[in-house]
Each structure stands twice: as structure tokens, then as C-alpha cells.
């Protein structure tokens, strides 16, 4: 499966934004979803994951319920939805996808997360400005 994220770009703090992830190449249904982020000179960390159905979502600390991950399977597209932005959200946004099950991605540990999605899109930039 390919992926591309896009919708980054240049905000203020306690804007919203979104980003999309489109999808191609295999049946979107059957990949659990999920978005990272990578700040300069930091390990790249988990912020979301959506299950397949779009029936289960998981969060990561850094979402810190300002974020809201959804899919629609129709357009073959996830969204991270990105509220009261701060400037520590300033990174490098990834989209991934995966086969593994949800119910081991919720259980992994959060540094382990990346090792779990196969398949990553190229990133979209996220700053927010202070």
C-alpha cells in the first residue's frame, strides 16, 4: 500500500488543523491506520492508530486528548484531526499502515510502536508558531 500525507503547513498556537493520509496500491479496508510525528533532533513517536473497521482507536500520550484519529474506508483516507495546537506539536506528521492487530498495537510498548506499522507515507510538516 502507498501512502501520502498531506494538509501541514504554517499555525498559530491554539489553531486546529487536519491531516489526511490518502491510500492506493491495496484495499485500504484491510489495514489498521496510524499517524507519528518526528520533532527535529527527537525519536520519531506514536500519536494515534485507528483499527481497519474504524470501530477502535488507540492513543498515544503525545495526543493528550487534543487529537481525534477517523478514517473513511470509501476514500480510502485516515485524518488526524489536531486541536489547541502548541508549539511542541511542531514535527513532521507520518501516516502508517499495518496488519497487525489492533488489540497487540494497544499493547505494545509506545517505543516499539513504529516497529509495528510496515508501510509509511513521505510525512507532511506541521509549525506552529507561538
Known sequence: VQLQAFGGGLVQT????????????RPFSSYNMGWFRQAPGKEREFVAAISWSGGFTYYGDSAEGRFAISRDNAKNTVYLQMNSLKPEDTAIYYCAATQVEMKVIATMPPDDLTSGFDYWGQGTLVTVSS
Open 14 to 25: 491554539g489553531d486546529s488543523m487536519r491531516l489526511s493520509c490518502a491510500a492506493s496500491g
